[in-house]
């Protein structure tokens, strides 16, 4: 029996996303398009840009390979598998590279474009399962009913930030480090572990590992697995089922008063008034 909470080490909030329009294109070799702004294919957007975003263009490759120019003259070559994210308004001119260009082309608003890591194009498998997910998409993005078409945006940006995580994590390996130490954080809640401990299992020096840890979560590594167990002692106390000193014992916190104590100090009232 147990009930604990997952936390998010920072910002877990993300964008509204509306997707507009999505391409399905299998492209040969005299395949060419340069942007022509305002216009897009001859054809002004039929929805204007929402307050406080920007468009944005997403380009999936199954296979084959294509090519992207900015308009600050930046060449982008996209292969099988490749993933590249661009404001619209950046966007100059794209072709096929070689004999053919299998891709999904989105169109989409957002306000942070930053947070799905655009510029940088990364390659994740394209696999069956994706594909039966962008073919969801798109069908419920054409479907009339307005519902189908937001479930169309929330799915697609599901894929989106999937992508930006796996980014994420092929850019920098500390992130890997410290994802492996937040599991064991939650996965050894009730054991008060010590700090070097956890730089075992980042398998880093205390000093570096607390260095790195704060860099990517914003809070020291005592004080972030600190409130994780307060964390986990309030989601117990709410349940009604659980005494303080059971919830003392249960996370290895040496007396209720000390609990106690530490609780008040971080949510500023005694566990008795759990909310």
């Known amino acids: 029996m147990h009930n604990f909470p997952s936390t998010a080490p920072g910002d877990a909030g993300i964008d509204a996303i509306s997707l507009y329009r999505l391409w399905d ?3 040969d070799r005299h395949y060419a398009h340069t942007r022509r702004w305002p216009t ?4 002004r957007w039929a929805r204007p840009i929402p307050p406080g975003q920007v468009g944005v263009v997403a380009v999936r490759t199954p296979a084959g390979r294509g090519v992207v120019i900015t308009e600050e003259g930046q ?5 099988p598998g490749s ?4 404001p619209w308004t950046d966007l100059a001119a794209w072709r096929t590279a070689g004999d053919h260009w ?14 799905v890591q655009p510029y940088t194009p990364i390659t994740l498998p394209y696999t069956d399962a994706e594909d039966t997910r962008i073919a969801e998409i798109q069908r419920d993005l054409r479907r009339p009913d307005a519902a189908y078409p937001r479930r169309a945006s929330a799915n697609f940006a599901a894929l989106l930030y999937h992508w930006a995580a796996q980014h994420t994590a092929d850019r920098d390996p500390a992130d890997a480090r410290i994802e492996r130490v937040i599991n064991a954080m939650h996965d050894r809640v009730q054991e008060n572990l010590p700090v070097a401990h956890f730089a075992e299992v980042a398998g880093l020096s205390p000093r570096a590992f607390a260095d790195v840890f704060e860099r990517a979560t914003g809070s020291p590594p005592k004080r972030y697995y600190h409130r994780l ?13 659980f005494t303080v000193q059971r919830v003392a014992d249960h996370l290895g916190f040496s ?15 005694p566990p008795s008034k759990a909310h």
Do not use: C
Request: proline letters at 3%.
């Open 25 to 27: 294109a299998e492209e």
């Open 102 to 115: 299998r891709l999904w082309w989105f169109e989409f608003f957002m306000s942070k474009p930053e947070h």
């Open 40 to 43: 897009w294919d001859g054809e």
């Open 255 to 269: 007396s209720p008063f000390h609990l106690s104590r530490a609780y008040k100090k971080h949510f500023g009232h």
């Open 229 to 241: 167990r307060l964390e986990t002692a309030r989601s117990l106390l709410m349940t009604g089922r």
């Open 83 to 86: 993933v590249l994210i661009l």
């Open 75 to 79: 060449t982008f070559t996209l292969g």
